[in-house]
């Protein structure tokens, strides 16, 4: 069974992915206090089933769309 992707826009508890990468394919973004760029957050969820922001992301109807488009 193929795993489907899950995109992390921050870096979470190390627990937190594992339990996360029992059941999918888990990409993390890599940098450290700063919020994931814009373009770079469209770009990575075009090839993913699943999206895990935090509150200070703007997931907007772009992004939503992006997923469903895709997936």
């Known amino acids: 069974m193929v795993k489907p992707k899950v995109y992390v826009t921050r ?3 190390d627990e937190a992915i594992e339990i ?12 450290v206090d700063d919020a994931i760029p814009r373009e770079l957050l469209l770009e ?11 509150l200070t992301e703007r997931i907007d109807a ?3 769309v992006s997923i469903i488009l895709i997936s």
Do not use: C, I, N, S
Not at 23 to 31: K, L, P, R, T
Not at 44 to 54: I, M, N, Q, R, S
């Open 11 to 13: 870096q979470l508890f």
């Open 20 to 31: 996360l990468e029992e059941q999918a394919e888990v990409e993390v973004y890599e940098g």
């Open 44 to 54: 990575k969820v075009a090839d993913v089933e699943g999206l895990l922001p935090l």
């Open 62 to 64: 772009e992004v939503m």
